[in-house]
């Protein structure tokens, strides 16, 4: 099986360094099923050794390591968007309060200058 169908998700996409390490673990699997009953010790593609258990936890735990460096930096990255939305609520709220008042306002004077407009159309 290739893991060829895999490379255009969207996260391995994303992140280059995740989509380099899962298709040299992609490899390593491939090498594995093949030499699988071989006792070859290395294999020319990845130039990983497949029988050293060693070496294949290596593999995995880089895997792992860049993976949980992935998720770190997405959540940050949430994290700081979250902020960001915060801090633009915050400032559109403050508008809408300065708006609210300018209309109390208009309203205010609108209404001062109907008075007017009635109290002088009633004395001619």
Do not use: H, W
């Amino acid at each position: 099986m290739s893991c060829d169908i895999f490379i255009d998700i969207y996260p391995l996409k994303k992140f280059p360094d995740v989509r380099d390490t899962f298709e040299k673990l992609c490899v390593l699997v491939e090498e594995r099923r093949t030499n699988y009953g071989e006792n070859s010790e290395s294999n020319e593609t990845s130039g990983i050794n497949v029988t050293d258990q060693d070496e294949s936890i290596e593999v995995k735990n880089y895997f792992y390591t860049i993976i949980n460096k992935q998720k770190k930096l997405f959540r940050d990255k949430l994290r700081e968007d979250d902020k960001l939305l915060e801090i633009e609520q915050k400032e559109l709220q403050e508008k809408y309060n300065i708006k609210e008042y300018e209309v109390k306002e208009l309203e205010a004077k609108l209404e001062k200058e109907n008075l007017t407009f009635f109290s002088k159309a009633q004395i001619y």
